[in-house]
């Protein structure tokens, strides 16, 4: 996979919309990307970058939403700013499909991420999570990232594909190589160790099935009156280990990061536990991790701005979700907002898969580190390390320092 740098201006481009940014490795953006976009919403509800190939960056509130609610001009294919199709040979499933084809594929993983699926692994979520935070207890400092951050979400997802816990490492180090290196050549090594891993797992699953989602898919799925192929399940598989290996990671850092620079915030919370769902949700309005890229299927006028078939757009939901025409105070974190519409978890036909478990392994960090460790500050001399690289945002590590009376 190679990555493409500048390119010409496409004739129907308004100069006045070209902003030169790379929002995978530009120094003001890796600083802080979300005031990065902040300023770039402030400059126009749509703007052009001829960087990563070129493409549009859609940052109006209400643009971000007519982008995601008409997944026929818009289509999920192919994902990214580089694309994955120069790596991935075929479309991920279901991310990558549009309209009744999507659909079916979906259809099929819907019963393993909806509420009541997800509800009876809350216990054992806690109790994960509860191990975790307890083993670094007592220090005064600790990497949060490394300590919570990537072994809680990985466990769960270990458990949902029937793996054994001691693999947790070697995944998570394939994942962050593939999404976040940077490097073409890395992230195509980690891409092939996942996939020889995963055919290793669907190949032992076909002939002993066990109590796991990759069992059912490969025993009980069913598309179009046939069972999944080797390539279908290697295809959703390969989705799945991407999503849960990385997605709670990276929204778990950015979240701590924001309540570690605000004592008051975490004071409020530790008196009044009832209080967290409804802080979540803010949290997740300021800080969404993905922003989503589509394709044009066709031409199409959004916001005014002429766009042409196959263009690529970046839909930037943090943009959106922290627009000042679409809320009251933006930027701050307010309490009593009640349940604004947030693009954490996209919306549409596309909406998040996982958003129901997401929820609950926020809900329950949250929740056990509010109660089980003593307020907590950004480490002293510490500077997050922002990554935008991969279609997810988020920090490479997190130091936290507690406060012991």
């Not at 009044?272 to 949290?283: D, F, Q, S």
């Amino acid at each position: 996979m190679t990555l493409p740098t500048a390119a010409p201006l496409p004739n129907h481009v308004p100069v006045e919309l070209v902003r030169d940014v790379d929002f995978s490795s530009d120094p003001d953006v890796l600083a802080d990307p979300y005031a990065a976009f902040d300023r770039l919403r402030d400059e126009g509800d749509i703007l052009w970058s001829p960087k990563l190939g070129g493409h549009w960056i859609v940052l109006a509130a209400s643009l971000v939403r007519e982008a995601l609610q008409h997944p026929e001009v818009f289509s999920n294919y192919p994902a990214g700013i580089p694309p994955l199709n120069e790596f991935w040979p075929r479309k991920l499933i279901p991310q990558e499909l549009d309209g009744d084809e999507h659909t079916r594929y979906r259809r099929l993983l819907s019963p393993f991420f909806s509420p009541s699926a997800i509800r009876p692994m809350a216990e054992a979520v806690r109790e994960r999570a509860r191990d975790l935070i307890a083993a670094v207890a007592d220090r005064d400092e600790v990497e949060f990232i490394a300590a919570v951050g990537i072994p809680l979400p990985s466990s769960v997802f270990l458990d949902l594909f029937g793996l054994p816990l001691e693999q947790a490492n070697v995944f998570t180090d394939w994942t962050q190589r593939l999404l976040h290196s940077g490097d073409p050549q890395v992230a195509a090594e980690a891409g092939q160790n996942i996939v020889s891993q995963l055919l290793g797992l669907i190949a032992e699953r076909q002939s002993e099935p066990r109590d796991d989602l990759i069992s059912s898919l490969t025993t009980s799925a069913v598309v179009d009156g046939r069972p999944l192929t080797t390539e279908e399940l290697l295809d959703t598989a390969f989705l799945l280990f991407l999503a849960g290996l990385d997605t709670v990671t990276s929204q778990l850092g950015v979240l701590f990061h924001h309540l570690a620079q605000h004592a008051d915030l975490q004071r409020q919370l530790r008196r009044t536990p009832a209080l967290i769902p409804a802080a979540l949700e803010e949290l997740l309005r300021l800080y969404p991790i993905v922003p989503p890229v589509r394709t044009l299927t066709r031409d199409y006028c959004l916001g005014g701005v002429d766009m042409k078939a196959g263009d690529k757009v970046l839909v930037a939901s943090s943009a959106a979700s922290r627009d000042p025409k679409a809320y009251t105070n933006p930027r701050q974190m307010e309490l009593a907002r009640g349940g604004a519409w947030t693009t954490a978890f996209g919306m549409g036909p596309h909406r998040c898969l996982g958003a129901h478990l997401a929820r609950q392994e926020l809900t329950i960090v949250l929740e056990l580190m509010l109660s089980m460790m003593p307020e907590f500050t950004l480490a002293p001399g510490f500077t997050p390390k922002w990554y935008t690289a991969g279609n997810v945002w988020g920090i490479s590590e997190l130091r936290l320092r507690f406060a012991r009376s």
